[in-house]
């Protein structure tokens, strides 16, 4: 039975650990999986590889400033007296990417760069979490900055 209104896509399957597996079999709109760490990939309408998201990721818990790598989708903040500067990946080539950083300490996590806009919308400015306990925050690389997508208070209840 055919699927209206669905394109076909081709999926690849690498065995390597680099970060753009297969990238010249990509066509435009294809999507690839590197199985080797979970990563997934697709080119975009202007021939980029890009990082979508990493299928399988244990959550990293930071004790010091932290640099996010390409596989991490979870950061816990557990560094303790002082504010925690978290260096984002560039948002360009991290278009669609999602993370979560969540703080295991009473202290405020900022971006090393003006590149986090507010769940409210504005400027960008640098400001991931205040300094509470348990609050996380969704981001959303929009390919010019990282939008902040959820705002999650530790002692709140969201309903969805």
Known sequence: MAQV??????????????????????AN?????????????Y???????????????????????????ATDVFVINNKSGSTQTVTLPAPSTNSGRVLTI????????VSASSNVVPQGGGAA????????????????SNGTSWVMMQYASYNNLLLE
């Open 43 to 69: 080119k975009d309408s202007g021939g980029t590889v890009r990082t979508l998201s990493k299928v399988n990721s244990a959550p990293v818990t930071a004790t010091a400033d932290y640099t996010v790598t």
């Open 102 to 109: 969540q703080n295991y300490q009473a202290q405020t996590v």
């Open 125 to 140: 400015g640098t400001a991931i979490l205040a300094a509470s306990v348990g609050d996380s925050a969704i981001l959303v």
């Open 29 to 41: 709109g294809e999507l690839a999986i590197n199985i080797a760490d979970g990563v997934l990939f």
């Open 5 to 26: 209104g669905f394109t076909p896509i081709q999926l690849y399957f690498s065995s390597t650990t680099t970060n753009v597996p297969l990238a010249a079999n990509l």
